[in-house]
């Protein structure tokens, strides 16, 4: 069965272009489920859009058992103004763990990780009373989401959501939620290392330490700084 299927907006930029010829060889019937789990596997660049991407069969939104046919006007339709997903976040309120946890929550994904950065009372022998984070909002917003679509090209379908606070954080509070879903753990785990190295490494917000006795605000400390580096690991 052959088919022509129809995309829109940020799904046809990032497969550079409208229109995907698919024929399709398996014997099992062709439903908008498994021709999701079949775009998301041949286009991974693609892979945080297509979980809130609804399928349309000759110009009405399709259930997820319904049958593909040959002949069928077939488009994927992202989400409508007002209806995507923010997979970063920049916010001055607490964190939920939980919401920023759903974002990436897939059923063909069988492993979910979620990173959560608090701030910790005591290091080297200082007490911390509190943090104060800031940064260059916009840039911050853009350079995460460069981090965001890095991981969904190089972890097999990979996705990960990342929420940063600003302002006052309190001890044990979180400063910082980074959520990662896959198909498999071990891209899980690379992926959410991945993620929050190089949100250290180049997104531009910064830290100051409030200790009983004195402040300094604190950067990069992992270290020659160079945000231009880019230090995805080799998989095996």
Request: hydrophobic share 40%; glycine share 6%.
């Amino acid at each position: 069965m052959k088919l022509q299927i129809y995309v829109f907006a940020g799904i046809a930029e990032h497969i550079q272009g409208p229109v995907i010829h698919l024929e399709w060889k398996q014997q099992a019937p062709l439903t908008p489920v498994l021709l999701k789990q079949h775009l998301m596997e041949r286009y991974p660049q693609a892979a945080a859009l297509w979980p809130q991407a609804f399928i349309a069969i000759n110009q009405s939104y399709a259930e997820d058992n319904q049958i593909i046919v040959e002949g069928d006007e077939i488009a994927i339709i992202p989400p409508v103004s007002g209806g995507q997903v923010q997979l970063v976040e920049i916010t001055q309120q607490p964190i939920s763990i939980e919401a920023v946890t759903a974002k990436v929550l897939h059923p063909n994904h069988g492993a979910t990780l979620t990173f959560i950065g608090t701030t910790r009372e005591w290091t080297h022998g200082k007490r911390t009373t509190r943090l104060e984070y800031e940064a260059y909002e916009p840039m911050a917003v853009k350079t995460m989401l460069t981090i965001v679509e890095q991981i969904s090209a190089s972890f097999e379908g990979t996705l990960c959501a990342i929420t940063h606070r600003l302002g006052v954080v309190a001890v044990g509070e979180c400063s910082v939620v980074i959520a990662v879903s896959a198909p498999h753990r071990d891209a899980a785990y690379e992926a959410s290392r991945y993620a929050i190295e190089r949100l250290k490494q180049m997104v531009p917000i910064w830290k100051k330490e409030i200790w009983e006795d004195g402040s300094e605000w604190k950067g990069h400390q992992q270290g020659p700084w160079n945000p231009l580096a880019n230090p995805m690991p080799e998989r095996s």
